[in-house]
């Protein structure tokens, strides 16, 4: 059976939950289309989390991506949406979310989102 793009982000145990230490994961090959025009939009984004109980599965997270491939997006609108998306899945102890979208009509986007768990638990985001 063929892989497929699905929304569905899958996450294992944390194999140090007693440690806080970052994972960095680069994904280059980002795609979705311009809500305006139709055209493609092509990205990398750039995230590093410090997990808690969970980590995010990387295969799920390529088929998770892979979604936004015929969908209309703002580059600021996905990058956040992902980030939600991303710490629903894994509740990290904080996470970092940047989206490098290529150069268009001469105007390269950098949106950067983040995460981090409140003192009391709660959870607080930073744009």
Same mark, same amino acid.
């Given at each position: 059976? /063929?892989?497929?793009?699905?929304?569905? %982000?899958?996450?294992? $145990?944390?194999? &140090?939950?007693?440690?806080?230490?970052?994972?960095? !994961?680069?994904?280059?090959?980002?795609?979705?289309?311009?809500?305006?025009?139709?055209? /493609?939009?092509?990205?990398?984004?750039? %995230?590093?989390?410090? $997990?808690?109980? &969970?980590?995010?599965?990387?295969?799920?997270?390529? !088929?998770?991506?892979?979604?936004?491939?015929?969908?209309?997006?703002?580059?600021?609108?996905?990058?956040?949406?992902?980030?939600?998306?991303?710490?629903?899945?894994?509740?990290?102890?904080?996470?970092?979310?940047?989206?490098?979208?290529?150069?268009?009509?001469?105007?390269?986007?950098?949106?950067?989102?983040?995460?981090?768990?409140?003192?009391?638990?709660?959870?607080?985001?930073?744009?």
């Amino acid at each position: 059976m /063929p892989t497929r793009p699905r929304k569905l %982000l899958e996450t294992f $145990p944390n194999p &140090a939950p007693e440690r806080d230490y970052e994972i960095r !994961l680069t994904c280059p090959e980002f795609t979705c289309v311009c809500p305006r025009t139709g055209q /493609p939009d092509f990205g990398t984004f750039s %995230l590093t989390y410090v $997990p808690d109980r &969970a980590c995010i599965e990387l295969k799920s997270l390529k !088929l998770y991506l892979w979604s936004f491939r015929d969908e209309g997006h703002y580059h600021e609108a996905v990058t956040n949406r992902i980030l939600d998306d991303l710490v629903a899945a894994a509740r990290p102890r904080s996470m970092r979310l940047v989206g490098q979208f290529n150069v268009r009509g001469g105007i390269g986007t950098v949106v950067s989102a983040e995460y981090e768990r409140g003192r009391r638990g709660g959870a607080r985001r930073r744009r």
